[in-house]
């Protein structure tokens, strides 16, 4: 495996979009993160503890992939949110935007929900993989088409504990 983003890149990154984050929502208003499970889930127990204590938190569980790295574009839920959105301020937490077709499911249903206002922060993006158009607010790092792990991206359920990103052998 070879390391594309090792773990002190990628925490200095989270430290600054935790800043862009609370920048973008001035003010004492809570800010609500919705993490995306379970790839987005070290990326949000980074990002929330480089935020003050405007921050509250939920999950969300998608699933959009078989045991494959390719997207089958199929978006399912399997775990709901614990509480409503309405009026509130809300960001969505993603591992990595790649066709950008779960995303663009997420922020439907999310929007659907009523909340103030809706933004979105995606540790990875891959553009050259984009077939919807899809906005992400806050982007940690644009990266090549090459399936990664690590940092709670997984192939097949293996390697999310990686403290790194790394490009799988053989991409
Ligand atoms: P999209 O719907 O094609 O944008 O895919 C988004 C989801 O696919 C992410 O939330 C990841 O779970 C997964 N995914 C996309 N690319 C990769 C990758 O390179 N490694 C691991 N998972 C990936």
């Given at each position: 495996m070879n390391i594309l983003l090792d773990a002190e890149t990628i925490q200095a990154r989270v430290k600054e979009l935790a800043a862009e984050i609370?920048?973008?929502y001035p003010g004492t208003d809570e800010i609500h993160l919705v993490g995306v499970l379970k790839g987005g889930f070290m990326f949000m127990a980074d990002l929330v503890r480089a935020m003050g204590p405007r921050v509250t938190l939920d999950f969300i569980a998608v699933s959009s992939y078989?045991?494959?790295t390719r997207s089958s574009g199929e978006v399912r839920l399997l775990k709901d949110l614990d509480t409503?959105?309405?009026g509130r301020r809300v960001v969505i937490v993603e591992d990595i935007v790649d066709t950008g077709l779960t995303l663009t499911?997420?922020?439907d249903i999310l929007r659907a929900r009523s909340p103030k206002s809706l933004r979105t922060a995606c540790l990875l993006s891959k553009p050259s993989r984009r077939?919807?158009?899809v906005i992400v607010e806050h982007i940690g790092f644009s990266i090549e088409d090459k399936f990664v792990v690590g940092y709670g991206l997984d192939f097949a359920e293996k390697y999310r504990n990686l403290p790194y990103i790394a490009v799988l052998d053989g991409e």
């Open positions: 609370e920048a973008a078989a045991q494959s409503g959105l309405e499911y997420l922020q077939t919807v158009d």
